[in-house]
């Protein structure tokens, strides 16, 4: 028999009606009979089952949903509030989405992100580890003392969330700035074609190609947005300084990180085009 021991009304509806799912096959056989006494949810298990391989999983499957469902994003916001000390509710919000997307595989992008990915695991293997077929437990108290390595793993998480959401600070002040900038800019060339593979090229409104002396000549070193590289391999900085009225974008990979930047700091001012578009509008010029 196990008996689960739970403070909450809710986890008790809840359990009830997930175990009594997930058992539903030897309930109505009736080697498993579920009841509730009180705060108690008690599961009696009939000796002609095998508990282990046919009880013990369904029940801990039960359980550690309930905990990633009801109780990850409570623990989430608790650690953002009272272990990193984020008092606004915006930031709150932002680093709590930051934080779900990265637990839900969103951000595999990031380094040390699938690490994360053993959360699950560790809720499994505490349940598995404690739960037998004689079981007298308090769930509240399970969730203290047994899920501490589930808990760490969250606070690794907000961590994480924390150096993205600083990080898109960072830069949606930078592209404010920038846009603020190009307001006061005046355009060095109407239009700019720019080419992207795996280079950047530049070419003026009568498609010449701007060679890296002539960027140089454009750039200002006071907005410089790709900081320690070369004039050949930057592109934001050398827009941003020439400060076109038109950019045309041509790309086979449109949804490029840097296309996204160029739209978000130029807008409006911005036309995208797939790459054999200018070598068509390249060869009618000639």
């Not at 008690?42 to 002609?48: G, S």
């Not at 978000?264 to 009618?284: M, T």
Request: net charge negative.
């Amino acid at each position: 028999m196990i008996e689960i021991y739970l403070e909450n009304e809710l986890d008790r509806v809840y359990f009830m009606k997930n175990i009594k799912d997930g058992l539903h096959a030897f309930i109505k056989n009736e080697v498993v009979v579920l009841s509730l006494a009180s705060d108690r949810l008690i599961i009696d298990i009939k000796e002609t089952i095998n508990f282990e391989t046919e009880i013990k999983p369904l029940v801990t499957e039960v359980l550690k949903k309930h905990v990633i469902e009801t109780k990850e994003e409570v623990w989430l916001l608790d650690i953002i509030k009272n272990v990193f000390f984020y008092d606004d509710p915006q930031e709150q919000a932002e680093i709590l989405a930051m934080a779900k997307s990265i637990l839900s595989g969103e951000r595999l992008d990031l380094p040390n992100v699938k690490k994360l990915f053993l959360t699950e695991k560790l809720i499994d293997n505490a349940f598995k580890g404690f739960i037998t077929q004689d079981s007298k437990f308090c769930y509240e108290s399970f969730l203290t003392f047994r899920l501490r390595g589930y808990f760490d793993k969250l606070i690794d998480c907000v961590e994480m969330a924390i150096d993205e959401f600083q990080l898109e600070q960072e830069y949606q002040n930078l592209v404010e700035n920038l846009r603020y900038y190009l307001k006061k800019r005046t355009s060095k060339i109407t239009c700019v074609h720019l080419v992207i593979d795996t280079n950047f090229t530049f070419y003026d409104e009568y498609l010449n190609k701007l060679s890296a002396e002539k960027l140089e000549e454009y750039l200002d070193r006071s907005i410089i947005f790709e900081k320690g590289i070369p004039i050949q391999e930057m592109v934001i900085s050398p827009l941003v300084s020439i400060a076109p009225k038109v950019i045309h974008i041509y790309s086979d990979e449109l949804d490029k990180g840097v296309i996204h930047s160029i739209r978000n700091i130029f807008q409006e001012r911005v036309k995208l085009y797939n790459k054999g578009s200018f070598h068509k509008k390249n060869y009618k010029t000639l």
